[in-house]
Nanobody, 125 residues
Framework: QVQLVESGGGLVQTGDSLRLSCAAS????????MGWFRQAPGKEREFVSA????????YYADSVKGRFAISRDNAKNALYLQMNSLKPEDTAVYYC??????????????????WGQGTQVTVSS
């Protein structure tokens, strides 16, 4: 059974940093693109960042560009999101996602096949 489990969320203040982790099990994702999405209360889930199979190509939403950094460790079957200079508008549940077959990045929710349960990030002002 494939599982993606996020960790690292929490309550922080404006300007603080957090590092989210996503541990995958049940299959290897070393050939798959992976990504992070988030959903704030009352809003639709939105794209945050994605990374290709090797880590050599990354993609960010404009709202987080320059503040967040996505990375992966294929040996550990893990995905990470380093979040710096956090703002109250970053408050959301953050989800890890993976594509089943495709190695290239995508910003579309519909193109991801596996999802974690999410981890809450709350940024106070």
């Amino acid at each position: 059974q494939v599982q993606l489990v996020e960790s690292g969320g929490g309550l922080v203040q404006t300007g603080d940093s957090l590092r989210l982790s996503c541990a995958a099990s049940g299959r290897t994702f070393s050939s798959s693109a992976m990504g992070w999405f988030r959903q704030a209360p009352g809003k639709e889930r939105e794209f945050v960042s994605a990374i290709n199979w090797s880590g050599g190509s990354t993609y960010y939403a404009d709202s987080v560009k320059g503040r967040f950094a996505i990375s992966r460790d294929n040996a550990k079957n893990a995905l990470y999101l380093q979040m710096n200079s956090l703002k109250p508008e970053d408050t959301a549940v953050y989800y890890c996602a993976a594509r089943r077959y495709y190695s290239h990045i995508s910003g579309f929710i519909s193109e991801y096949d596996y999802w974690g349960q999410g981890t809450q990030v709350t940024v106070s002002s």
